[in-house]
């Protein structure tokens, strides 16, 4: 490794802004490189960041093909996160792969297989990880304060909050609001209980807000959901109830709720419309349910103010450590994969119309 960590970025688009926003800000890391299939955008992108000695290329197999590059932030829309994180493991790059995992359970598979073979490492990029109140809500479920957790609410979402882009697209997304905001849900939920294996899933998926042309300004280039809602069975009979929007006529899908046989937590959805699940927002109050001297009592908990790092700068540092360390991943495949199987498991539900398992193919 040269002095400085080497890093390409694959996919220039929006959300690599704050990739290279964040690598700037690290005196040890230098991005040498930058992929668009788009013809003259990554040029462009670099040349906006004054990176004049990095090159541009026009596909990703170019860039991966530098065994000068240490590690890659691969940003493209989410039908190419598989593809491009495949190549970068199979050319010897650490990858920090941006949110969700994949569009389907095979294709994160398809990762975890080219991570164990490689021998290099994927982290999967929930900056809501390193906030200090989904940090305070996990030490409060993991001390067993509140005993046997045996149900967990979850969601968020938006009144109006219809993306445009190639967020929309079937063949680039893939999913909607689900995979957009709702993995971050999903990982909220499951990292505070230790993510257990999902084992079923009945869900819907619909789009009635963003096929109306009253609601929404391109209803013929829409093609994925904006609302879904399951019902999920975890190892360890724990029930997971999820649901999450894009648009609805409703302000609120509900609080997040831990529910466990000595107490529970309810964390309110702050006070405001826009909020994805813990991303777009901090998380509103925190309550403790408990029964005390046989009184069923409510205690508040104080918000942690997180510091002044952003959460963004933090998991792309949190990626840089690792790869100097060698790993391991600090939000890996591995926990990733189950919140994979479950945005799977409710396009599937919804499209049979029936609950259906959940099954992990060996990697
Ligand atoms: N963590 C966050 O806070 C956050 C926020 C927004 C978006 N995202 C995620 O980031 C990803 C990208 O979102 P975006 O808003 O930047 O999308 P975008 O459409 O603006 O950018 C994606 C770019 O990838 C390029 N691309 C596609 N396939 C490629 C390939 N094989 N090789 C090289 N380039 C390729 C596209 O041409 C496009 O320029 C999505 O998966 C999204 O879910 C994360």
Known sequence: MADKLRIGIIGTGGIAHSHVNAYKN?????????????????????????????TAYESHEELCKRDDIDAVSVCTYNSQHSVCSVAALESGKDVLLEKPMAITLQQGIDIMRAEKKSGKFVTVGFQPRYDANSVRI????????????????????????????????????????????????????????????????????????????????????????????AFIRLEGGITLDFRMSWGMHMDTTGDFIFLGSEGGLKVKQPHYQLWGGAWDGPVGDIIYMHDQFGIPTQTPIPL??????????????AFVDAVKTKGPAPI???????????????????????EVKVVFPKI
């Open 26 to 54: 690290f005196p040890d890391v230098e991005v040498v490189a930058g992929a668009d299939i788009i013809p003259g955008k990554a040029r462009a992108f670099l040349d906006k960041f004054d990176l004049k000695d990095a």
């Open 332 to 354: 890996p495949t591995s926990q990733i994969i189950y919140n994979q199987a479950i945005i799977d498991g409710i396009i599937r539900s919804s499209a049979a119309g029936e």
């Open 304 to 317: 942690a103010q997180n510091d002044k790092a952003s959460l963004f700068e933090k998991k792309v540092r």
């Open 138 to 229: 996990k030490q409060i479920v993991q001390s067993g304060e509140l005993g046997k957790i045996y149900y967990v609410q979850t969601g968020g979402g938006r009144r109006r909050g219809i993306p445009g882009g190639t967020f929309i697209e079937k063949d680039k997304a893939g999913v909607g609001a689900l995979a957009d905001i709702g993995c971050y849900a999903l990982d909220l939920a499951l990292n505070t209980i230790g993510y257990p294996k999902p084992l079923t899933v009945s869900a819907i998926a619909t789009n009635y807000i963003a096929k109306n042309p009253k609601y929404y300004a391109e209803p013929e280039r829409f093609e994925v959901d904006d609302f879904s809602a």
